[in-house]
């Protein structure tokens, strides 16, 4: 399978990455993340390239990894630095090491040319970085599905009023409706004679409130991110 290279992918949540050997599979290789002595993240081919095993299944020493075969010692770059019973390394006695970075709360990497890797080019959520805000960290559930079945169910918010009944579905979603405030358009439900505008429908929170306010706060659902302010045309 053809995969797109040069770009970020969440690798794992940064609060899982500890001083493990931690195995992953991404774009079809196979990848173990650990953390050096300082906390930063590493990344290299879950592979040693003497006898092919895992190097998850080794150990850490110190900021490298010793196979677990017959102990030849990679650092955190890639480079064998250690092979028992000998002092020359073998100029091909390496692995291959990928960029790493953390961003929200995230380990990023980037499984392309290394030197195309620009950390600038992750997707940034301003509001994770906001006092105001409180970040929610989910969980990774498992689904025996195509992913872009999964792509269609998340981009389909309209089957959570009557698939969803005993979670977040509620009979108001289904009268959720598009708002034109000038240039943009806005998702908004109509609950009673109070109409409730929930930001923009890519996802942005709004940028200006409805012309009279009743209740501003902050919340988090299956929307995403965005502030709730619910508007009466009765009510200053």
Known sequence: ?????????????????????????????NVVLY????????????QCPHRLLPLSMGTL??????????GMTFDAAGRCIRIPGQERMPAHAE???????????????????????????????PQYHDPAWRPVHGDALAVAADYLSLADNLCDPAHVTFVHQ???GTSRRAERRLVDEG???????????????????????????????????????FFGIGPLRIAHPDQD
Request: aromatic residues 8%; glycine residues 8%; hydrophobic residues 40%.
């Open 1 to 29: 399978m053809t995969f797109v290279r040069n770009a970020w992918y969440v690798a794992a949540w940064s609060r899982d990455l500890g001083r493990t050997l931690t195995p992953r599979q991404i774009l079809g290789e």
């Open 35 to 46: 953390r050096t002595e300082d906390g930063s993240p590493v990344a290299l081919r879950d």
């Open 61 to 70: 020493q110190g900021d490298a990894v010793q196979c677990g075969y017959h």
């Open 95 to 125: 692995v291959r090491s990928y960029p790493v970075t953390e961003q929200t709360g995230l380990v990023w990497i980037w499984m392309g040319e290394a030197e195309r890797a620009d950390p600038e080019k992750i997707f940034d959520l």
């Open 166 to 168: 005993s979670t977040l």
């Open 183 to 221: 240039d943009v358009r806005r998702v908004a439900e109509i609950v009673g004679e109070a109409q409730i505008v929930r930001g923009d429908i890519e996802g942005i929170a709004m940028d200006r409130p409805p012309r009279r306010i009743v209740i501003l706060r902050q919340i988090e659902d």
